[in-house]
């Protein structure tokens, strides 16, 4: 069975330091991941995806995520954080049966508070 | 405004009553879920749905019901509430490469 795993469940960054965000996954295929934003008392918003192609991918707000097969690790950074980037952040993957319309397994979530 | 709306916003309720969340997507998607949100847990799958007059159990389904007579709507029944099940419940619609969701129900049971 899929699984993810995010280890970190709260994190404090200053502003304008960098981020990086781990999540471990466990799938005997070829995982499809996604990371995730949520602020507060809202719904979660897709921050980038990976299907396939390049080790690293480019989101939305500056973030970016590398999987690593070899560590099965998918993590989320950011080189220069800001104020309203504090929220709750989760990882997620997906078996891709349906190329995307699979049930999603997301892993406990980091919550990231940004200090001045 | 398109896009995926749960109502209430806001529930609470007794130990023992039925009570029923709804969903509507405007965007026609096949694929709905869903999800409740617990301290601990993240994101947990109670049930999706496939097309209308298609469900299945995901990982919670205990003390559920849904049903998805319209593509747009997909509400979800707690037939008997316990104070279990006083989570977040977040409603999803997937489009094949992306998931949107709604802005969640939080629902208290006393």
């Known amino acids: 069975a899929q699984s993810v795993t995010q280890p970190d469940i709260h994190i404090t960054v200053s502003e304008g330091a960098s981020l990086e965000l781990r999540c471990n996954y466990s799938?005997?295929?070829?995982?499809?991941l996604f990371w995730y934003v949520q602020s507060p008392g809202q719904g979660l918003q897709l921050l980038l995806k990976?299907?396939?192609?390049?080790?690293l991918v480019q989101g939305i707000k500056g973030f970016e995520a590398e999987i690593k097969r070899s560590q099965s690790s998918f993590n989320l950074r950011k080189p220069s954080v800001h104020w309203s980037d504090a929220a709750e952040y989760f990882c997620?993957?997906?078996?891709?049966?349906?190329?995307?319309?699979?049930?999603?397994?997301f892993g406990t979530g980091t919550r990231l508070t940004i200090i001045p | 405004d398109a896009g995926i709306t749960q109502s209430p916003r806001y529930k609470i309720t007794e130990t023992g009553r039925q009570v029923t969340l709804m969903c509507h997507q405007t965007?026609?998607?096949?694929?709905m879920f869903w999800y409740r949100q617990d301290l601990g847990h993240g994101l947990r799958l109670i049930y999706y749905?496939?097309?209308?007059?298609?469900?299945d159990k995901g990982e919670v389904p205990d003390g559920y019901v849904v049903s998805r007579s319209k593509t747009e709507n997909f509400p979800l029944t707690l037939e008997s509430a316990t104070r279990s099940q006083t989570s977040v419940y977040f409603c999803?619609?997937?489009?094949?490469?992306?998931?949107?969701f709604g802005q969640g129900t939080r629902l208290t049971v006393v």
């Open positions: 749905s496939a097309a209308a007059d298609i469900t």
């Open positions: 990976y299907f396939s192609g390049d080790t």
């Open positions: 999803a619609s997937n489009t094949g490469a992306e998931a949107f």
């Open positions: 965007w026609s998607h096949s694929y």
């Open positions: 997620a993957v997906g078996s891709g049966a349906n190329f995307g319309n699979e049930k999603l397994t």
């Open positions: 799938y005997g295929a070829t995982p499809y």
